[in-house]
């Protein structure tokens, strides 16, 4: 299903390569430690907009790349060393602010894939990594995995959603540790802040993020497409919230997947989930 795209610094697992109702983005610049460039993250968001029309896929998971050569990460944020695109100045503002903008689009449009998105983390997330994993619905993480917004290090901004995305997960407070003093964070602490939702021991990862993503790959594809859109846009207004779920009730009231819980209700047997 993704024949006709070739990309350079991301790979996709489809369903029929992993036998179940996901997809699987892994960010593949190894050597790098999944640095991130402009290339990179248009590439997650062509492969996500074909993900959308794709009814095998029900959920995907955007991760690093399993085939690590240093260390493993999801990602350590942008790659530094990599030439800016062309007409950019890093020493004109404009010219900054417009390149920052570049980077936006592409997290704008991860945060609103109106599929279940999960962060899957093994090692790294730092700078802009740390920022994607903010625009997706979940995070599993390794307990080896590393959190940071360490820009402030370099004297450089966060500017990537990490002041806006980081402050509404887990709090204004917390967020100003993260972004004044540079500190790295485990996957521990991060769980305990709320940022990190499903914690694995490393040997038991690969395992976990299989899981849970199989279960949401099976799931009612109406009722989680309806509550993504009222948690990630009904909650900025809580009367308007309240109006997107009752949208939401009246459209999975008449879903095939309803149809099939309540027969399978009756019939003392599984749904079968398997279309909108």
């Keep these: 299903m993704f024949h006709d795209l070739s990309f350079e610094n991301i790979t996709i697992e ?62 350590v944020g942008a790659d530094l060393g990599n030439a800016y695109p062309k007409g950019i100045k890093p020493n004109v503002p404009m010219h900054m602010s417009y390149f920052i903008q570049m980077f936006h689009r592409e997290f704008d449009a991860y945060n609103e894939f109106s599929k279940p998105l999960i962060a899957a983390v093994d090692g790294f997330a730092l700078g802009g990594g740390f920022e994607i994993t903010l625009t997706c619905d979940f995070v599993i993480a390794s307990k080896r995995s590393l959190f940071g917004l360490t820009e402030i290090n370099r004297g450089l901004f966060p500017a990537g959603g990490g002041t806006q995305r980081l402050a509404k997960k887990i709090g204004i407070s917390r967020a100003f540790r993260v972004l004044y003093f540079g500190e790295t964070f485990s996957a521990e602490q991060m ?86």
Aim: one cysteine or more.
């Design 14 to 75: 489809t369903p029929s390569d992993i036998e179940s109702n996901y997809a699987i983005i892994s960010i593949n610049r190894p050597d790098r430690l999944n640095a991130l460039t402009i290339p990179l993250v248009e590439e997650i968001s062509t492969a996500l907009k074909r993900c959308e029309l794709e009814p095998e896929i029900r959920a995907v998971v955007l991760r690093g790349t399993k085939n690590y050569t240093k260390k493993p990460a999801f990602s």
């Design 191 to 276: 769980f305990k802040w709320g940022h990190v939702d499903f914690l694995a021991n490393d040997d038991q990862f690969e395992e976990m993020v299989h899981e849970k993503v199989k279960w949401l790959g099976n799931a009612p594809t109406t009722a989680l497409f309806s509550m993504k859109k009222c948690l990630k846009y009904g909650t900025r207004c809580e009367q308007l919230g309240l109006i997107m779920e009752q949208l939401g009730a009246g459209i999975n009231s008449v879903s095939h997947d309803r149809e099939e819980a309540k027969n399978a209700f009756a019939e003392k047997r599984a749904p079968q989930y398997k279309r909108y």
